[in-house]
T-cell receptor, first 117, second 115 residues
């Protein structure tokens, strides 16, 4: 089937506004990840879901960031009171499982480019 | 804390040349290493994944090697083509202080293959 999809592809918002970014993982993938990529840098880990639960949210920069995956498939990354420094490309990835002893190759979506004015 | 470095940051070669991209990581206790390709304004495409027990993986004109003990990986591209122009990212999972699932990326090598 289809790969990882993300919507919207671009989001422009004003400082202080609330945004939601959506990720549809590959069907059947139990593990889902969010990363953030700034210009000229590699992606940085934000959060990892195994099923419905956030197994590791240690990469979220502060409490304005929150992510959910209520049914173990689609995930939404939510950013409150956006700041200019939040501008980046937000990438979502999924893998069959999260266990490195099994198949945890990560497949990435096209990303959402967030611009905070 | 695991750190990943990619050298060179940018590379320009004429079409047809064989080339090597380098990746190094500070903590050899990795679970696996992945090479990705990223086209401008696009997401990441997985090229090759090497498990920590493996020495190399091949896909078409691409060959990735892993020397875990020295903390190095190379991506070899044979007979380069203009369509290979992109940014190549190396990422590892694991390390003594890092998790088994979190990819830690280098900053990438921007490759330009000139016709």
């Amino acid at each position: 089937g289809a790969g990882v999809s993300q919507t919207p592809s671009n989001k422009v918002t004003e400082k202080g506004k609330y945004v939601e970014l959506r990720c549809d993982p590959i069907s059947g993938h139990t593990a889902l990840y969010w990363y953030r990529q700034s210009l000229g840098q590699g992606p940085e880990f934000l959060i990892y879901f195994q099923g419905t639960g956030a197994a590791d949210d240690s990469g979220l920069p502060n409490d304005r960031f929150f992510a959910v995956r209520p049914e173990g498939s689609v995930s939404t990354l939510k950013i409150q009171r956006t700041e200019r420094g939040d501008s980046a490309v937000y990438l979502c990835a999924s893998s069959l499982v999260g266990d490195p002893d099994e198949d945890n190759e990560q497949f990435f979506g096209p990303g959402t480019r967030l611009t905070v004015l | 804390k695991q750190e990943v470095t990619q050298i060179p940051a940018a590379l320009s070669v004429p079409e047809g040349e064989n080339l090597v991209l380098n990746c190094s990581f500070t903590d050899s206790a990795i679970y696996n290493l992945q090479w990705f390709r990223q086209d401008p304004g696009k997401g990441l495409t997985s090229l090759l994944l090497i498990q920590s027990s493996q020495r190399e993986q091949t896909s078409g004109r691409l060959n990735a090697s892993l020397d875990k003990s020295s903390g190095r990986s190379t991506l070899y591209i044979a007979a380069s083509q203009p369509g290979d122009s992109a940014t190549y990212l190396c990422a590892v999972t694991g390390g003594v202080m890092d998790s088994s699932y979190k990819l830690i990326f280098g900053s990438g090598t921007r490759l330009l293959v000139r016709p």
